[in-house]
């Protein structure tokens, strides 16, 4: 007679607990244009993941916009352009729009995650997650001190409070450890995703056919005249090489070889269909910025299979890795030279094209970056928060006075 196995079968097991998080953004949360569309990205996975059923908008209003450049106001109108991005009135007109929004919220949640420094730490986790725009601009000297000292207090004393910073790159939290002083423990690197769906950007890719992409809207931050200078160079060697521009100028024939498309808005389905269509009818990708917070484009051409060329400033290194080439910034010759040893020869662009495909698919993506947000942020409504009873306390005191 054959044993008789007995398998005792105990209750099932709890669910995993998950956290109900309440989403901030300085625009409307699930709008494609806020954040130019990293908003929608990360707090869209997060809804999808079962964590966010509620956002909301701490973005300014049109006249508290022309309040800050007023405040603000230079005659020399790029030095009045810096010193209004870099301002600490929209964050302050943010901070208080976030504070009355959640006084009146009737929908219960677990703790807050925020784009941006708006809520301080109270009674309930609060996390942030950001590129760190001013701290590039300030490494880079794009503004100076003086011009962000108030907006640097202002968020410093928010983000001391904060149980958990998330960046989408090492650089940003390094940025953030040194200029906020910063415990680096409390800050946590979780990538970025594409803000083009990424079965839009699959398929293969002819590399023989020399197609530079450049997308950048701010031209002459994003490298575009020492792209045009480089690309004039190659054009002697590669004749027929050709180098498409996206969203800057009118559309048309700019330089022999140049195409410009104008700006193409991601704000609708046409728009990301039309850009997925240029990422898969070039073979590299070509962007080195002056200064780049982060720069979601080269992921996007990396979720294309792209080669990607960019400059040695910020997260950009970071971001190509062996997908690419990475030059000084504001080198032509350097620049031209990368654009050549790409171009020249197709199975040398495909195998960079692989590398970055596979990094983007190993490192990125808005799934992975709000998996690692949602366990992170778990953890922390369980064990009640990193930030220290009296920090909380402080730091919640002075962003209300």
């Given at each position: 007679?054959?044993?008789?196995?007995?398998?005792?079968?105990?209750?099932?097991?709890?669910?995993?607990?998950?956290?109900?998080?309440?989403?901030?953004?300085?625009?409307?949360?699930?709008?494609?244009?806020?954040?130019?569309?990293s908003s929608l990205g990360v707090f869209g996975a997060l809804r999808s993941l079962g964590y966010v059923d509620h956002a909301i908008d701490a973005g300014v209003t049109r006249r508290e916009t022309i309040i800050a450049q007023a405040l603000e106001f230079r005659t020399n109108r790029e030095r009045w352009?810096?010193?209004?991005?870099?301002?600490?009135?929209?964050?302050?007109?943010?901070?208080?729009?976030?504070?009355?929004?959640?006084?009146?919220l009737t929908a219960d949640y677990d703790a807050v995650l925020q784009l941006g420094p708006y809520l301080a730490r109270s009674e309930k986790p609060v996390v942030s997650y950001l590129d760190d725009e001013i701290s590039a601009a300030l490494s880079l000297r794009r503004v100076t001190h003086a011009?962000?000292?108030?907006?640097?207090?202002?968020?410093?004393?928010?983000?001391?409070?904060?149980?958990?910073i998330f960046t989408m790159s090492a650089w940003a939290a390094d940025a953030m450890a040194s200029f906020h002083a910063i415990p680096r423990e409390r800050i946590e690197v979780v990538g970025a995703g594409s803000n083009i769906n990424e079965e839009l950007l699959a398929g293969e890719r002819d590399y023989s056919n020399v197609n530079f992409l450049f997308v950048g809207r701010d031209f002459k931050r994003k490298g575009g005249p020492e792209v045009l200078e480089a690309f004039a160079r190659l054009r002697q060697s590669l004749p027929a090489a050709r180098l498409t521009i996206v969203g800057f100028g009118p559309a048309g024939l700019i330089a022999p070889g140049v195409t410009s498309t104008g700006l193409i808005s991601l704000a609708g389905q046409e728009g990301k269909r039309r850009m997925a269509d240029l990422y898969r009818s070039a073979s590299a990708f070509v962007m080195p910025s002056v200064y780049e917070p982060f720069g979601i484009a080269f992921i996007e051409?990396?979720?294309?299979?792209?080669?990607?060329?960019?400059?040695?400033?910020?997260?950009?290194?970071?971001?190509?890795?062996?997908?690419?080439?990475?030059?000084?910034?504001?080198?032509?010759?350097?620049?031209?030279?990368?654009?050549?040893?790409?171009?020249?020869?197709?199975?040398?662009?495909?195998?960079?094209?692989?590398?970055?495909?596979?990094?983007?698919?190993?490192?990125?993506?808005?799934?992975?970056?709000?998996?690692?947000?949602?366990?992170?942020?778990?953890?922390?409504?369980?064990?009640?928060?990193?930030?220290?009873?009296?920090?909380?306390?402080d730091g919640a005191r002075r962003i209300r006075a």
């Open positions: 007679m054959e044993d008789i196995v007995r398998v005792e079968i105990g209750p099932p097991d709890p669910p995993r607990f998950k956290t109900r998080i309440l989403g901030i953004s300085s625009g409307e949360p699930f709008g494609s244009r806020t954040w130019s569309g352009r810096a010193r209004f991005h870099s301002s600490v009135w929209p964050v302050r007109f943010s901070s208080r729009r976030a504070r009355l929004e959640v006084a009146n011009d962000t000292r108030s907006r640097l207090e202002f968020e410093g004393k928010i983000y001391k409070t904060m149980d958990r051409a990396m979720a294309a299979g792209l080669p990607c060329i960019g400059a040695d400033r910020c997260a950009m290194p970071e971001i190509i890795g062996d997908g690419g080439l990475v030059v000084p910034a504001g080198d032509v010759s350097a620049l031209a030279r990368a654009m050549n040893e790409i171009s020249s020869d197709p199975s040398v662009a495909a195998d960079f094209g692989m590398r970055a495909r596979n990094a983007y698919r190993a490192r990125f993506g808005w799934s992975r970056v709000a998996k690692k947000i949602a366990n992170a942020v778990d953890a922390l409504t369980m064990t009640n928060g990193l930030a220290s009873p009296d920090e909380r306390r």
